[in-house]
Protein backbone atom coordinates (compact mmCIF):
# COMPACT_ATOMS: atom_id res chain seq x y z
CA UNK A 1 0.00 0.00 0.00
CA UNK A 2 1.34 3.43 -1.28
CA UNK A 3 1.80 6.16 1.65
CA UNK A 4 -0.43 9.03 1.45
CA UNK A 5 0.65 12.80 0.66
CA UNK A 6 -0.06 13.97 3.78
CA UNK A 7 -0.41 12.19 6.99
CA UNK A 8 -2.40 12.99 10.35
CA UNK A 9 1.52 12.50 11.95
CA UNK A 10 3.18 14.82 9.32
CA UNK A 11 0.79 17.53 11.02
CA UNK A 12 1.77 16.89 14.24
CA UNK A 13 5.61 17.50 13.12
CA UNK A 14 5.18 20.94 11.73
CA UNK A 15 2.95 22.47 14.36
CA UNK A 16 2.57 19.79 16.96
CA UNK A 17 5.29 22.00 19.50
CA UNK A 18 3.16 25.67 18.79
CA UNK A 19 -0.13 24.21 19.42
CA UNK A 20 0.90 22.81 22.52
CA UNK A 21 2.21 25.99 23.64
CA UNK A 22 -0.12 27.62 22.84
CA UNK A 23 -3.25 25.43 23.98
CA UNK A 24 -1.40 23.65 26.95
CA UNK A 25 -3.73 25.70 29.88
CA UNK A 26 -6.50 23.27 28.85
CA UNK A 27 -5.45 20.15 27.87
CA UNK A 28 -4.01 17.27 30.06
CA UNK A 29 -1.22 14.76 29.70
CA UNK A 30 -2.79 12.32 28.09
CA UNK A 31 -3.52 14.66 25.21
CA UNK A 32 -0.10 14.94 24.40
CA UNK A 33 0.78 11.22 24.77
CA UNK A 34 -1.61 11.12 22.02
CA UNK A 35 0.47 13.81 20.29
CA UNK A 36 3.78 12.08 20.81
CA UNK A 37 2.60 8.53 19.77
CA UNK A 38 1.08 9.67 16.54
CA UNK A 39 4.84 11.61 15.78
CA UNK A 40 6.25 8.37 16.74
CA UNK A 41 4.26 5.78 14.85
CA UNK A 42 6.10 3.41 12.64
CA UNK A 43 9.40 5.23 13.31
CA UNK A 44 12.48 4.19 14.42
CA UNK A 45 11.89 5.57 17.55
CA UNK A 46 9.67 2.46 17.84
CA UNK A 47 11.79 0.01 16.96
CA UNK A 48 11.22 -2.63 14.25
CA UNK A 49 10.72 -6.06 13.55
CA UNK A 50 11.71 -8.22 10.63
CA UNK A 51 9.40 -10.24 8.35
CA UNK A 52 10.16 -13.02 6.27
CA UNK A 53 8.54 -14.96 3.35
CA UNK A 54 7.88 -18.52 4.62
CA UNK A 55 8.47 -19.50 0.85
CA UNK A 56 10.53 -17.44 -0.79
CA UNK A 57 12.60 -16.53 1.96
CA UNK A 58 12.53 -12.54 1.19
CA UNK A 59 12.77 -10.32 4.50
CA UNK A 60 11.59 -6.64 4.92
CA UNK A 61 12.04 -4.20 7.63
CA UNK A 62 8.93 -2.40 9.73
CA UNK A 63 8.50 -0.35 12.05
CA UNK A 64 6.52 -1.06 14.94
CA UNK A 65 3.45 1.15 15.47
CA UNK A 66 2.30 2.75 18.49
CA UNK A 67 -1.22 1.14 18.99
CA UNK A 68 -2.47 4.10 20.41
CA UNK A 69 -6.64 4.01 19.92
CA UNK A 70 -6.49 7.61 18.75
CA UNK A 71 -3.63 7.15 15.93
CA UNK A 72 -5.44 6.58 12.76
CA UNK A 73 -2.47 4.19 11.38
CA UNK A 74 -3.44 2.09 13.90
CA UNK A 75 -6.95 1.74 13.39
CA UNK A 76 -7.67 -0.01 9.97
CA UNK A 77 -6.47 -3.60 10.87
CA UNK A 78 -9.28 -2.76 14.01
CA UNK A 79 -11.90 -1.41 12.03
CA UNK A 80 -12.11 -3.84 9.21
CA UNK A 81 -12.36 -6.40 11.79
CA UNK A 82 -14.61 -4.72 13.95
CA UNK A 83 -16.83 -4.12 10.98
CA UNK A 84 -16.38 -7.98 9.58
CA UNK A 85 -17.25 -9.20 13.12
CA UNK A 86 -20.67 -6.97 12.67
CA UNK A 87 -21.61 -7.54 9.33
CA UNK A 88 -21.25 -11.61 10.73
CA UNK A 89 -24.29 -10.66 12.94
CA UNK A 90 -26.51 -8.72 10.65
CA UNK A 91 -30.40 -10.67 10.62
CA UNK A 92 -31.49 -10.68 7.33
CA UNK A 93 -33.65 -8.40 7.42
CA UNK A 94 -33.81 -4.21 6.87
CA UNK A 95 -32.29 -2.01 8.96
CA UNK A 96 -33.03 1.23 9.65
CA UNK A 97 -30.45 4.52 10.62
CA UNK A 98 -31.31 6.71 13.40
CA UNK A 99 -29.78 10.14 14.77
CA UNK A 100 -30.16 11.26 18.32
CA UNK A 101 -28.49 14.59 18.67
CA UNK A 102 -27.79 17.53 21.53
CA UNK A 103 -28.43 21.23 20.48
CA UNK A 104 -25.73 23.43 20.43
CA UNK A 105 -26.64 25.41 23.06
CA UNK A 106 -25.15 22.80 25.56
CA UNK A 107 -21.80 22.19 23.77
CA UNK A 108 -20.16 24.43 26.67
CA UNK A 109 -21.62 22.35 29.40
CA UNK A 110 -20.92 19.08 27.99
CA UNK A 111 -17.28 20.15 26.85
CA UNK A 112 -16.58 20.09 30.63
CA UNK A 113 -18.35 17.45 31.59
CA UNK A 114 -17.71 14.79 28.54
CA UNK A 115 -17.77 11.76 30.50
CA UNK A 116 -20.68 12.19 32.49
CA UNK A 117 -22.91 13.55 29.64
CA UNK A 118 -21.58 11.61 26.44
CA UNK A 119 -22.81 8.45 28.66
CA UNK A 120 -26.50 10.43 29.61
CA UNK A 121 -26.71 10.86 25.91
CA UNK A 122 -25.81 7.00 25.59
CA UNK A 123 -28.17 5.91 28.43
CA UNK A 124 -31.31 8.09 27.50
CA UNK A 125 -31.88 7.95 23.59
CA UNK A 126 -31.10 4.20 24.04
CA UNK A 127 -33.77 3.50 27.16
CA UNK A 128 -35.99 5.95 24.84
CA UNK A 129 -35.72 3.37 21.62
CA UNK A 130 -36.36 0.28 23.78
CA UNK A 131 -39.36 1.90 25.82
CA UNK A 132 -41.18 3.38 22.87
CA UNK A 133 -40.48 0.52 20.85
CA UNK A 134 -41.90 -1.92 23.60
CA UNK A 135 -45.53 0.06 23.18
CA UNK A 136 -48.46 -2.08 21.89
CA UNK A 137 -49.75 0.87 20.31
CA UNK A 138 -46.10 1.42 18.10
CA UNK A 139 -44.17 -2.10 17.70
CA UNK A 140 -44.73 -3.74 20.53
CA UNK A 141 -41.61 -5.75 20.69
CA UNK A 142 -38.34 -6.10 22.27
CA UNK A 143 -35.96 -4.82 20.10
CA UNK A 144 -31.89 -4.46 19.79
CA UNK A 145 -29.35 -2.07 17.99
CA UNK A 146 -25.81 -0.63 17.58
CA UNK A 147 -24.89 2.77 19.10
CA UNK A 148 -22.14 4.69 17.89
CA UNK A 149 -21.16 7.77 19.42
CA UNK A 150 -19.68 10.73 17.46
CA UNK A 151 -18.19 13.89 19.06
CA UNK A 152 -17.92 16.69 16.04
CA UNK A 153 -18.85 16.95 12.96
CA UNK A 154 -17.00 17.26 9.22
CA UNK A 155 -16.43 21.07 10.11
CA UNK A 156 -14.14 20.25 13.33
CA UNK A 157 -16.85 21.73 15.38
CA UNK A 158 -18.55 20.42 18.54
CA UNK A 159 -21.53 18.27 17.56
CA UNK A 160 -22.13 15.37 19.87
CA UNK A 161 -24.49 12.86 18.47
CA UNK A 162 -25.47 8.92 18.01
CA UNK A 163 -25.87 6.83 15.23
CA UNK A 164 -28.03 4.06 16.10
CA UNK A 165 -28.41 0.80 12.89
CA UNK A 166 -31.50 -0.81 14.33
CA UNK A 167 -33.14 -4.47 12.64
CA UNK A 168 -36.64 -3.21 11.08
CA UNK A 169 -38.52 -5.41 13.68
CA UNK A 170 -38.36 -7.17 17.18
CA UNK A 171 -39.03 -9.98 19.02
CA UNK A 172 -42.40 -10.49 20.27
CA UNK A 173 -42.70 -10.26 24.07
CA UNK A 174 -43.45 -13.71 24.85
CA UNK A 175 -40.75 -14.79 22.53
CA UNK A 176 -43.13 -16.45 19.93
CA UNK A 177 -41.82 -14.93 16.82
CA UNK A 178 -40.58 -11.90 15.01
CA UNK A 179 -42.55 -8.34 14.63
CA UNK A 180 -42.02 -6.63 11.61
CA UNK A 181 -42.35 -2.80 11.53
CA UNK A 182 -43.59 -0.77 9.06
CA UNK A 183 -41.13 -0.74 5.96
CA UNK A 184 -41.65 3.38 5.74
CA UNK A 185 -40.30 4.14 9.32
CA UNK A 186 -39.31 2.43 12.16
CA UNK A 187 -40.95 4.34 15.12
CA UNK A 188 -42.66 7.92 15.04
CA UNK A 189 -40.15 10.81 15.51
CA UNK A 190 -42.67 12.91 17.12
CA UNK A 191 -43.05 10.21 20.11
CA UNK A 192 -39.38 9.38 20.28
CA UNK A 193 -38.59 12.90 20.52
CA UNK A 194 -40.33 13.57 23.30
CA UNK A 195 -39.49 10.73 25.26
CA UNK A 196 -35.72 11.33 24.46
CA UNK A 197 -35.79 14.86 25.79
CA UNK A 198 -38.12 13.79 28.48
CA UNK A 199 -35.22 11.35 29.88
CA UNK A 200 -32.35 13.76 29.19
CA UNK A 201 -33.74 16.63 31.27
CA UNK A 202 -34.63 14.12 34.02
CA UNK A 203 -30.64 13.24 33.97
CA UNK A 204 -29.53 16.71 33.66
CA UNK A 205 -32.02 17.75 37.10
CA UNK A 206 -30.68 14.65 38.41
CA UNK A 207 -26.81 16.02 37.84
CA UNK A 208 -27.46 19.39 39.04
CA UNK A 209 -29.48 17.90 42.27
CA UNK A 210 -26.02 16.01 43.16
CA UNK A 211 -23.69 18.53 42.56
CA UNK A 212 -22.36 16.36 39.54
CA UNK A 213 -21.76 18.97 36.93
CA UNK A 214 -18.54 21.26 36.33
CA UNK A 215 -18.91 25.01 36.02
CA UNK A 216 -15.69 26.90 34.67
CA UNK A 217 -14.71 30.17 32.56
CA UNK A 218 -17.49 31.29 30.71
CA UNK A 219 -20.07 29.34 32.03
CA UNK A 220 -18.62 29.16 35.88
CA UNK A 221 -21.67 31.49 37.09
CA UNK A 222 -24.32 28.84 36.59
CA UNK A 223 -23.15 26.64 39.49
CA UNK A 224 -24.67 29.52 41.32
CA UNK A 225 -27.53 27.28 43.65
CA UNK A 226 -30.36 30.60 43.03
CA UNK A 227 -29.50 29.85 39.40
CA UNK A 228 -29.89 26.07 39.13
CA UNK A 229 -32.87 26.45 41.34
CA UNK A 230 -34.21 28.37 38.13
CA UNK A 231 -32.88 25.83 35.35
CA UNK A 232 -34.57 23.17 37.33
CA UNK A 233 -38.00 24.89 37.51
CA UNK A 234 -37.89 25.50 33.91
CA UNK A 235 -37.44 21.88 33.09
CA UNK A 236 -41.08 21.12 32.80
CA UNK A 237 -41.99 23.69 30.22
CA UNK A 238 -40.02 22.56 27.61
CA UNK A 239 -42.67 20.42 25.84
CA UNK A 240 -42.28 21.60 22.27
CA UNK A 241 -38.39 23.83 22.15
CA UNK A 242 -37.49 20.63 23.62
CA UNK A 243 -33.91 20.74 25.50
CA UNK A 244 -32.78 23.85 24.12
CA UNK A 245 -34.90 26.15 25.86
CA UNK A 246 -33.00 25.00 29.26
CA UNK A 247 -29.85 26.59 28.73
CA UNK A 248 -30.31 28.82 25.50
CA UNK A 249 -30.91 32.01 27.52
CA UNK A 250 -28.38 31.49 30.28
CA UNK A 251 -25.31 29.88 27.74
CA UNK A 252 -23.07 31.28 26.02
CA UNK A 253 -22.06 30.71 22.68
CA UNK A 254 -20.16 27.56 22.34
CA UNK A 255 -16.61 27.32 21.53
CA UNK A 256 -15.41 27.48 18.10
CA UNK A 257 -12.42 26.97 16.48
CA UNK A 258 -11.69 29.83 14.11
CA UNK A 259 -11.53 27.88 10.41
CA UNK A 260 -9.12 30.27 9.27
CA UNK A 261 -6.32 29.79 11.61
CA UNK A 262 -3.39 27.88 9.96
CA UNK A 263 -4.32 23.89 8.69
CA UNK A 264 -1.93 22.16 11.29
CA UNK A 265 -3.32 24.27 14.55
CA UNK A 266 -7.20 23.58 13.13
CA UNK A 267 -7.01 19.86 12.42
CA UNK A 268 -5.32 19.25 16.04
CA UNK A 269 -7.31 21.70 18.54
CA UNK A 270 -10.93 19.76 17.42
CA UNK A 271 -9.87 16.13 17.73
CA UNK A 272 -8.39 16.57 20.98
CA UNK A 273 -10.51 19.16 22.47
CA UNK A 274 -13.47 16.71 22.23
CA UNK A 275 -11.19 13.39 22.90
CA UNK A 276 -13.10 11.75 26.48
CA UNK A 277 -9.63 10.87 28.14
CA UNK A 278 -10.00 7.42 29.77
CA UNK A 279 -9.19 7.37 33.68
CA UNK A 280 -8.92 3.62 33.51
CA UNK A 281 -9.64 0.92 30.64
CA UNK A 282 -13.17 -0.09 30.37
CA UNK A 283 -14.63 -3.11 28.77
CA UNK A 284 -18.22 -2.89 27.39
CA UNK A 285 -19.65 0.22 28.92
CA UNK A 286 -22.01 2.76 27.28
CA UNK A 287 -19.90 6.08 26.77
CA UNK A 288 -17.20 5.35 29.50
CA UNK A 289 -14.16 4.87 27.76
CA UNK A 290 -15.48 3.99 24.35
CA UNK A 291 -17.91 4.91 21.96
CA UNK A 292 -20.07 2.19 20.25
CA UNK A 293 -23.00 0.20 22.98
CA UNK A 294 -24.87 -2.62 22.59
CA UNK A 295 -28.43 -2.95 23.75
CA UNK A 296 -30.65 -6.25 24.22
CA UNK A 297 -28.75 -6.58 20.17
CA UNK A 298 -30.48 -9.11 18.35
CA UNK A 299 -27.97 -10.17 16.13
CA UNK A 300 -26.98 -13.66 14.56
CA UNK A 301 -29.93 -15.63 15.74
CA UNK A 302 -29.14 -14.58 19.48
CA UNK A 303 -30.10 -12.04 22.03
CA UNK A 304 -27.78 -10.61 24.03
CA UNK A 305 -29.51 -8.57 26.99
CA UNK A 306 -28.25 -5.53 28.62
Known amino acids: MSRPTLEVADIVRATGNSFWEQQQS ?120 LGVLHTWGQNLQHHPHIHYIVPAGGLAPDGSGWIDSSPRFFLPIEALSKIFRGKFRAGLRELFQQDGLQFHNSIEYLAAPKLQLIQNKRLGRCAYRGISCLFCMQFPPAPEFPLQSPFGITTLSAPLQYLVVPQKRT ?19 RVLSD
Open 26 to 145: HLAWPHRKVLDAIVRCRTAALGGHRDQCVRCGHQAISFNSCRNRHCPKCQGNARAKWLAARSAELLPVPYFHILFTLPHELSALILQNKRLLYDLLFRTSAASLLELARDPGHLGADIGF
Open 283 to 301: RGSAGSGGNSVRFGVLFGG
